[in-house]
């Protein structure tokens, strides 16, 4: 039930390797792991979000899905990740 709730708002694969800017990381992105909605590879993806977001550098998006890549974890997952306390700890950093 959770995995079909789920796979209405997941990033379908083929949609985000035919945008331009992609294009150069075509080749890394055919991992079914990288999309798909599975323990081990959402668990690892929540873990390294949660990881970048405190971390005090500019584009915590971007060195998310970078190191995603590195771990083959979720993509997409990792990427939303980092949204969830950044509101709340840019006063402090």
Request: charged residues 15%; glycine residues 6%.
């Amino acid at each position: 039930m959770p995995r079909r709730f789920f796979r209405k708002f997941a990033f379908k694969r083929h949609q985000v390797t035919e945008r331009w800017f992609i294009y150069p990381f075509r080749h890394l992105l055919h991992d079914h792991r990288l999309w798909g909605i599975r323990r081990r590879t959402v668990v690892p993806a929540v873990a390294w979000g949660t990881f970048v977001e405190f971390l005090p550098i500019p584009g915590h998006v971007l060195v998310a899905v970078l190191g995603s890549l590195k771990l083959h974890c979720n993509i997409p997952v990792a990427a939303l990740t980092t949204f969830i306390s950044n509101p709340v700890t840019i006063g402090p950093i």
